[in-house]
């Protein structure tokens, strides 16, 4: 302890596995850097001999790690931040930062990394970001380090992560993102409705299925008739109903929305298909657009968000998308318009055709790390700091809540509060201080997939939103990880052509479909089309590369 002192499966696993063996001691002498996985002398400068899962890191001597750091405008950089003070005095730790705006991470990062000139640590990188940079050789290939880190490799075989991680080797059969990993799944959106509208039409239960939630949006428009739509809804302004589709989709045994990706894999035939085309997206677009045409659904699905919420604030509709941190903002804004009657809750995610299930994947946003840090003098000493940073628990509970005693408190059943002065979003939120932009703490620079364990993912959450998740946990399964299909150069390159244009031609058709401008009697066409756009090519590609991974097995 720390103190002031059959379904849509949509990742990708390769034949080829993680080692989850103990971790190994560092090579024995030598000056030079050996083969790939081996770390000689002159590299261990400041490495912990005894460093073990669960351990303390403290380097040797004081180091010094380049970073390359997205600055948040809610929480911008401040040099006298608790974390960089306790990650210097209690584990001899600075940074060399380059500090680069929000607004310009990913191409700044991009154009760095590409150039070779990055930072050794490069962090929120979510996974598949990191293909980009592989066949430049200018990050390295962290598969083959780790062994020397612990608490990353627990973490993976305690948590089933196997299968996961080596959905993102590369062609050559290596990984080259650290990504954030969860014991638990990440559910935060679903629909929030006007809890009080909806039991004014006799309706105090969940719907067990999208089908009577649909029958449900009919009730409230009865029972309520100075309603405009059921629902109006909101982030639509990149793709049409980009969380509503994504949270439906799994159940209708597809993905669509913000998660959409031109190519899934189907259990039954035991290959790649073309998302957009098939039966389940199919279905998928009939049911949005049957509320549409029943006049329960809003055919505004390319407003702004402004434009929902205020439809949603001022009474007009009783229902529209939400996380479980737009609901307090819901709140506020309801507060602030006088309406002191609204009550609102946010829906246990129903089911559908195809059953109960969750897309998605247990690996977040992470840290790559430059090819050319496997040469500097600090380099296992890194490694170890990472390792504990981000997968430790200790290091995990570090970077979400602080210091105990300096930013909280923690009972004897280990229960976490901050200190009343101290808020961080539904926890004390009107503290003067805020345990990010006072303290640089809940800061995802630091922290990979907000918390990664359950009971710190949980820990910060209100009673609330940790009800709500443990309920769709009981009633959700995850749809499985599909077999690995790592493309070549040459296919990378070219399906990523193909890829961006199809995607835009689906995304058009799902929005004339959805809003009744397409009839479904063009299905057939529709099909035809995207095959002639490449679609049948760019999954060919796939398959092709199914095979091989296949075959290398």
């Given at each position: ?39 000689g ?21 004081p180091v ?7 600055d ?11 974390v ?66 612990p ?42 409705i ?48 980009g ?33 957009g ?9 009939e ?6 045409d ?72 992470g ?10 003098a ?44 101290i ?16 303290f ?21 959450m ?58 479904f ?23 092709g ?9």
């Open positions: 302890m720390r103190t002031s002192q059959k379904r849509v499966a949509v990742g990708i696993v390769a034949a080829l596995t993680i080692s989850l063996a103990a971790c190994s001691s560092p090579a024995d002498g030598g000056d030079e850097q050996g083969a790939a996985g081996e770390i002398a002159d590299q261990s400068v400041g490495a912990m001999e005894d460093f073990a899962a669960g351990t303390t890191f403290k380097a040797t001597e010094e790690f380049s970073l390359m750091y997205r948040h405008p809610n929480y911008s950089v401040q040099e006298d931040w608790s960089f003070k306790h990650l210097e005095e209690d584990n001899n730790v600075t940074f060399d930062r380059t500090d680069i705006p929000l607004a310009d991470w990913d191409n700044k990062k991009s154009l760095l990394v590409g150039a070779g000139d990055a930072s050794a640590l490069i962090p929120v990188t979510y996974p598949g970001q990191e293909t980009q940079f592989v066949s430049g050789g200018a990050v390295l290939p962290v598969s083959d380090y780790v062994q020397y880190m608490n990353f490799e627990q973490k993976a075989k305690d948590w089933g992560l196997q299968d996961e991680l080596d959905a993102h080797r590369q062609a050559d059969g290596k990984y080259y993102l650290l990504p954030g990993v969860r014991e638990i799944p990440d559910v935060q959106y679903s629909v929030v006007r809890e009080d509208l909806f039991e004014k039409a006799g309706i105090t239960e969940d719907p067990e299925t999208w089908e009577e939630f649909a029958e449900q949006l009919a009730e409230v428009t009865a029972a309520n008739p100075d309603l405009s739509f059921a629902m109006s809804d909101r982030w639509t302004d990149s793709q049409p109903l969380a509503m589709l994504q949270y439906i989709a799994p159940n209708y045994d597809t993905i669509a929305g913000w998660g959409y990706s031109n190519n899934r894999f189907d259990e039954a035939s035991g290959e790649f298909q073309f998302t085309t098939t039966d389940g997206y199919k279905e998928l677009l049911y949005a657009a049957g509320l549409v029943a006049g329960l659904l809003d055919p505004e699905i390319t407003q702004s968000d402004d434009q929902a919420i205020q439809k949603f604030v001022s009474g007009q509709t009783a229902a529209i998308s939400g996380n479980t941190q737009e609901i307090n903002s819901y709140r506020s804004k309801f507060a602030d318009a006088g309406n002191t009657e609204a009550s609102l809750k946010m829906v246990v995610l129903p089911g559908g055709p195809a059953g109960g299930y969750l897309t998605g994947s247990r690996l977040s946003s840290v790559m790390i430059s090819d050319d840090a496997k040469d500097n600090n380099f296992l000493a890194m490694l170890q700091f990472v390792d504990w940073l981000y997968y430790s628990d200790e290091g995990i509970e570090f970077a979400q809540w602080g210091v105990e005693g300096e930013t909280f408190t923690k009972d004897a059943d280990g229960k976490r509060e901050l200190l009343p002065e808020g961080w979003n539904a926890l004390n939120p009107d503290a003067p201080k805020k345990l990010n932009a006072d640089g703490y809940s800061n995802g620079v630091f922290l990979l997939a907000n918390g990664s364990s359950k009971d710190l993912l949980q820990s910060v209100s009673d609330e939103t940790r009800e709500w998740t443990d309920q769709v946990l009981a009633v959700k399964e995850i749809v499985p990880v599909a077999p690995a299909a790592p493309l070549d150069e040459i296919e990378l390159e070219q399906n990523s052509l193909l890829d961006t244009q199809l995607k835009d031609a689906v995304m058009a058709a799902t929005a004339a479909f959805v809003t009744g401008q397409r009839s009697d063009d299905w057939d066409a529709f099909v035809a089309e995207i095959d002639a756009q490449g679609g049948k090519q760019l999954i060919d590609t796939m398959n590369a199914l095979e091989r991974a296949k075959s290398a097995n």
